[in-house]
């Protein structure tokens, strides 16, 4: 069973670092966010990650990908709160 408050930390830390993301012009800064959220990908709730990654093992750990798979991500969670 995956906690309301994983779920919440998560959003939380993903909510935060796409915000920056979003804006953000600098290159390095984009990247040191896709590492901080691919380093809590591997940390987070097994159960809740597989749950958001729909299976794919590459979710949010790609970098050309990686701003369509946090949005995805915080959708989701969005739902489960």
Do not use: G, K, V, W
């Given at each position: 069973m995956i906690s309301r408050?994983?779920?919440e930390c998560a959003y939380s830390f993903f909510h935060q670092k796409e915000r920056i993301y979003?804006?953000?012009t600098m290159p390095w800064q984009r990247d040191d966010i896709e590492y901080?959220?691919?380093d809590y990908?591997?940390?987070m709730?097994?159960?809740?990650?597989e749950l958001i990654s729909g299976g794919?093992?590459?979710?949010?750990?790609?970098?050309?990908?990686?701003?369509?798979?946090i949005l995805s991500a915080?959708?989701?969670m969005e739902h489960m709160l």
């Open positions: 408050e994983s779920i979003r804006y953000s901080a959220i691919d990908s591997h940390q709730s097994p159960e809740l990650y794919r093992t590459d979710f949010l750990r790609s970098h050309t990908r990686f701003h369509e798979d915080m959708e989701q």
